[in-house]
């Protein structure tokens, strides 16, 4: 309990909170799990970014924000963990004072809503599905990239690479996809 008494303070939540499972979490509950999907179209004219990277290629991803699929798709498995709305809610694409922000900010806000209810970000694990460029070069850049908008460590972020064999409109390169899993433990717990 000392150990969890000190992660509860190092992340600025009251320690007596964590007793109010309205709105901190269930003390009984250790640990929460969330999934998130998002895909975005490949157009001419657009930087690509994946995890907040930017990867070399003749092709960006389009969308209201910088289109960062991989970044959205983590960041609606916190908020799926938290049973809280998917990133539509809190950035949505009809608001023109948000056009072409940075993912990462969106995935601050996911993590930032963990720790406000007293969660914090155990591990997560993704994978980019796209068929062209190559991604293999860029994943460690976008583990780096990714564990130090969550504050959290490289080796607690998984993120891989597959192509889609050609199939569909991923396969066709017309667009990239991105699957994620987080796991969110109690900090009353750890
Ligand atoms: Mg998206």
Redesign the pocket.
Known sequence: MLNGLNRVISVGVEPDKCLDWEMYGDENEPMRIGYGY???RLVEGRPLVLGGVVIPCEFGLD?H?D???LT?ALADAIFGALSLPD?GHWFPNTDPSIRGIDSRKILEKAVQEAVTRGWTVGNVDCVVVAEHPRIGPHLDAMRASLSATMGIRPDQVGVKATTNERVGDIGRGLAIAAHAICLLKSVCDV
Request: proline fraction near 0%; include cysteine; charge should be negative.
């Open positions: 998002d895909i975005h969308g924000s289109a960062d699929c959205h990133i």
